[in-house]
């Protein structure tokens, strides 16, 4: 309470921010605006599919454009309007049609109609009030991977009924794989027009975070070591603005808790191991029971121990606890999971002319792990 604050706009941090200049974008944000730019002639728009890696700014830009058009729209008194769900975080088709209803201000109940009548809504709605609708599906893979491609189908085709409004979709994702999953009718009409999003550079990322910074502390509660130290992090991997952001708001709030007067490289540090630490306590909340009880069978055996061993602990545990056994193969599948999440390792170790053997150790510490399942109401009694 007493610590000075380190920030002047805490939000320019959030990673929902839209900020009101995106560089390295303008072609981007052309090449969208004149894919849209026939709405402001009063004519149709292609739908549109836009790709890149996580953190490239799709989301942010793409939302940015729209609210630029529909200001442009309304002052010129066309009907035009933007609707947005991200798939996701909606979660069912139904959940995504009523944010949709909602943009157009249409009030739909939280669940109990078909699906078939909130879509009719929107489309007598958009038909009587003559409305032309951008719908933004953002992260839509999750849409496909989830429930194949009937919705988009409809989607797509509604114009048909349309014939007083219009509707066009701009479909976001950072995971090309969907495509696979779409009839070529979907996807032809839906990739009229693509655009890509590429990673950005590492010098861009500073450019980028060097403008978030400004905007959200004042001048000197944040050192200029420090933000490089950020972005350098972030674009190891690829240029991840999200990643970069994540990791100078956790800095600043590692400072502010300190009660420190700036915010500087070790703290940086401290948030990197944060960030991680939490990525981890997410992987281990979010384990199916089985995949946890194997998890505690091999941390709490220890070091390097065979597929076996692991087995014959993780059979104990479960017979102990009147829990049904899965096969060897489920558990060998649950494995290679496991390690993927770099929860677990394992190793082939030679045993000389008795050829080799494979070797499970964790890769998480035991304390860690128990900390973290003692909330679990099931796991928690059993450890
Ligand atoms: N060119 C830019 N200038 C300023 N900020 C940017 C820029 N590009 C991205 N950002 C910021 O980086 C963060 C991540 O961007 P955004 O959410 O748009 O990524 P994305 O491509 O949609 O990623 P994902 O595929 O994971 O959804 C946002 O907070 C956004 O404001
Ligand atoms: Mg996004």
Not at 66 to 82: C, D, H, I, P, T
């Amino acid at each position: 309470m007493s610590g000075r604050s380190l920030y002047k706009n805490r939000d320019a941090l959030r990673s929902d921010y839209i900020p009101s200049k995106l560089p390295f974008r303008e072609k981007q944000i052309t090449s969208i605006g004149e894919a849209l730019a026939p709405l402001l002639h009063g004519s149709k728009c292609s739908n549109l599919l836009i790709y890149g890696k996580t953190g490239t700014g799709k989301t942010a830009v793409t939302k940015y454009v729209l609210m630029r058009l529909e200001e442009k729209a309304s002052k010129q008194g066309l009907k035009v309007k933007f609707a947005y769900s991200n798939t996701r975080i909606a979660g069912t088709e139904y959940r995504i049609l009523s944010d949709v209803a909602q943009s157009l201000g249409l009030s739909i109940p939280f669940t109990g109609l078909a699906i078939s009548e909130v879509f009719g809504r929107i489309k007598s709605t958009i038909n009587s009030s003559e409305l032309k609708i951008v719908l933004v599906m953002d992260e839509i893979d999750f849409l496909v991977r989830n429930y194949g491609d009937d919705l988009l189908y409809e989607l797509t085709r509604a114009n048909e009924q349309l014939p007083q409004g219009y509707l066009s979709i701009i479909g976001i994702s950072n995971d090309l794989k969907f495509k696979e999953f779409l009839d070529p009718r979907v996807l032809s009409s839906l990739s009229e027009e693509e655009i890509v999003f590429p990673p950005y550079t590492a010098e861009e990322l500073r450019a980028i975070l060097y403008d978030r910074a400004k905007m959200a502390f004042f001048e000197d509660s944040i050192t200029e070591a420090s933000i490089n130290l950020c972005a350098a992090l972030a674009g190891s991997e690829h240029g991840d603005a999200r990643r970069a952001l994540d990791l100078l708001r956790v800095s600043g709030e590692v400072a502010e808790r300190e009660g420190a007067a700036k915010v500087e490289e070790k703290h940086v540090r401290i948030a990197v191991q944060k960030i991680e630490q939490d990525r981890m306590v997410e992987a281990l909340r979010s384990l199916p029971l089985h995949a946890k009880l194997l998890l505690w069978s091999i941390v709490s055996l220890g070091e390097a121990n065979s597929t076996g061993e692991v087995y014959d602990r993780y059979s104990n545990i479960c017979r102990k606890n009147g829990i049904e056994l899965l096969t060897q193969r489920r558990v060998t599948m649950l494995l290679s999971e496991l390690d993927l999440l770099g929860l677990i390792a394992t190793n082939l170790i030679s045993k000389g002319r008795y050829g080799r053997t494979k070797k499970i150790s964790p890769s998480v510490q035991l304390q860690f792990v128990r900390e973290v399942f003692k909330e679990d109401p099931v796991i928690g009694s059993i450890i």
